[in-house]
């Protein structure tokens, strides 16, 4: 049986890492059947690599350049790829979306301000419907924030799958409970399934869970909603499959 006579079963777990995105990180199951330039046209909608600007280089475990997927219509299985090998994508466009850092440090985006008169002469604001608020409710607001804090977090528990607000970036609860060197309340710790966190669970010298590096976050409870959330897989937002 030749190379390219493939079995039914002939897909390969693969590490996929990015030129401009220091942080993403994924890993992917492919068939061996796929060609490059259908892989590519996944990535693309998983990056913002543009198609015509991407270029995918195969490398071992310990990081060496294997082959450059260099024929659009070739299949993965003719550059013989195995488990865990990394699929590495070079963008080519300098003026390309994920180039400059932006998408990953947002110092660099560009913030809209508004002076404190602008602000007060609009219609209504945030601070003109808190201050109506405290004035209908003589509790102190540290008080009340405190006891719905409490109460949320009354039903999170450590090991529980939950969401986290923005994104609904997935994960597992690592901590729940005050943490004085964050502030006053109650807060929540997370381990995220994918690198989209700040941290590895250490913040400010206090060690509040552990867990790799860049998948650590530590929230408000009320960003977090537990339930039945499993690991999504990185292609199972795709009408087809690779």
């Given amino acids: ?18 030129s401009n995105l220091t942080s993403f990180a994924s890993d992917i199951r492919v ?19 543009a198609v015509g600007s991407m270029r995918l280089e195969l490398r071992d475990e310990a990081g060496a350049r294997v082959a ?22 070079i963008d080519l466009d300098p003026s390309s979306v994920t180039s400059g850092g932006w998408l990953e440090d947002t110092s660099l985006v560009e913030k809209y301000t508004i002076s404190d008169e602008a602000y007060d002469k609009l219609g209504t604001n945030f601070r003109k419907f808190k201050e109506k608020m405290v004035s209908k ?14 109460e949320l977090c ?3 528990k450590v090991g529980d799958r939950c969401e986290v607000e923005p994104g609904a970036k997935r994960g597992t609860v690592k901590f729940v409970g005050k943490a004085e060197a964050l502030g006053r309340g109650f807060w929540v710790g997370v381990q995220y399934d994918e690198p989209l966190g700040k941290h590895d669970g250490m913040v400010k ?4 869970f552990e867990c790799p590096q860049g998948h650590g976050v530590i929230v408000r409870p009320e960003k977090v909603k537990v339930g039945d959330f499993p690991e999504r897989d990185p292609f199972d937002d795709e009408e087809d499959e690779i």
């Avoid at 049986?1 to 990015?18: F, G, I």
């Avoid at 450059?68 to 994508?89: C, E, K, Q, V, W």
């Avoid at 409710?137 to 409490?150: A, F, R, T, W, Y």
């Avoid at 010298?205 to 509040?208: A, E, I, K, L, S």
């Fill in 68 to 89: 450059d997927l260099d024929r659009d219509a070739a299949p993965l299985a003719a550059y013989s790829p195995y488990d865990g090998y990394r699929l590495h994508i």
């Fill in 31 to 49: 068939s061996q059947q796929t060609t490059v330039e259908a892989l590519k046209e996944k990535l693309w909608k998983k990056t913002g690599t």
């Fill in 205 to 208: 010298g206090v060690r509040f």
């Fill in 137 to 150: 409710n003589p509790v102190s607001d540290d008080k009340q924030s405190d006891n719905q804090m409490e």
């Fill in 154 to 156: 009354a039903n999170i």
């Fill in 1 to 18: 049986m030749s190379k390219l006579q493939l079995p039914a079963d002939d897909s390969v777990s693969l590490r996929v890492t990015h």
